[in-house]
DNA sequence: TTCACTATTTGACAAAAGTCAAGCTTGAAT
DNA sequence: ATTCAAGCTTGACTTTTGTCAAATAGTGAA
């Protein structure tokens, strides 16, 4: 059995036939360091899961690139906005390692969470969590300060700093380079 | 028809059956200005929905009363960590004007999707739109000035400088009192 | 109308993080 | 092995917003 098909019982158990039809609907791709799941102003019609590897999402705002989301292996990652709302999206989303990666297309999703109550459950459950992490974020970036939320990353995803470019990290954690620099300088 | 069954509508059609059911389940309550309608530590067994009046959902930090949402008519709202997780909630829920307020159980609402799958894509809709809702102010807490988004809620929200006390816009824009009265001198 | 709050404004100063500019390090390609 | 570019560090200075303290305005009850 491979991580996502994990991911989706834990999140929450479908019946066989469900699984069945589900699990058909993922693509897997193998790609290169820095290939593009997403590019720029395109309706992103995918929902992603990292098998192995990583990704990163960003965009370009005044110029500058902000790292929105790095999904590690084991992560569903998608531009939320676009992939709901079906509008192009500003968001960039680029493999940053050789990856292994699933993708189910919005359409074949929602015919299948149309067909079988369960999908649209586990749907749901997908959704729900996704809300309560981001309402987790929110709280870190307004209330705690660089070094927190640095030990905070450190704590829950140790290995994204043997992994993923500092300038990334810091962009993710919604701070500078420099920033950050000093941080880790201090201890 | 009331400001519910019209919000629940738009957000997702309903067959005649499953609004029959879903619409009973919800009670309405008329309370005074400061009716606490969830109190600390306790788990959140409602979502809210408020017919007429305005509702603030706060907690303390530090000692500190920290605004975290504010539901104007027409807006549902609920601890989302502590009814989904059904873990006690730091939150407060309190009116701040004389309400109509509709609250329709955890159990009752969990029983409703299993049972009618448009009722589980309506609370996936639901869900969803909050996700949507909850990315867009954490970047405008993560970019945007204070000025910028005392603005924006001016644009979006005109009515809630009339009705909500400044100490409580101020914290619900993540800036303080004092911040906030500057900016609104300069104008 | 006045009192006693509570809400809001203003001022002086402090802290956290950003910006700009320069200098180091390091690892992959020739 | 050498070189060059990307990745990271360090320093000096600026900006935004917060903190603390005090003054002023507004409001409802006696």
């Known amino acids: 059995m491979d991580l996502l098909q994990n991911a989706i019982t834990t999140i929450s158990p479908l019946s066989a036939e469900s699984m069945d039809a589900f699990h058909q609907s993922w693509k897997l791709w193998s790609v290169k360091k820095d290939h593009l799941l997403l590019k720029e102003n395109t309706v992103s019609d995918y929902i992603y899961f990292i098998e192995k590897g990583v990704a990163r999402i960003y965009y370009y705002k005044n ?107 810091a962009s993710f954690l919604g701070i500078t380079l420099e920033t950050l620099s000093r941080i880790r300088s201090q201890r």
């Open 63 to 169: 110029g500058k690139e902000i790292t929105e989301w790095i999904a590690l292996d084991g992560q569903f990652f998608l531009s939320i906005t676009s992939f709901f709302q079906r509008v192009p999206s500003h968001l960039i989303i680029q493999t940053i390692e050789p990856s292994e990666v699933f993708g189910i297309h919005h359409d074949d999703f929602m015919k299948l969470a149309d067909k079988y109550h369960d999908i649209e459950r586990l749907l749901r459950k997908m959704v729900t969590s996704s809300l309560i992490l981001s309402q987790v974020r929110m709280d870190s970036i307004q209330f705690e300060s660089a070094q927190q939320r640095y030990e905070r990353l450190l704590q829950t995803t140790p290995q994204i700093v043997q992994r993923v470019p500092l300038t990334y990290i």
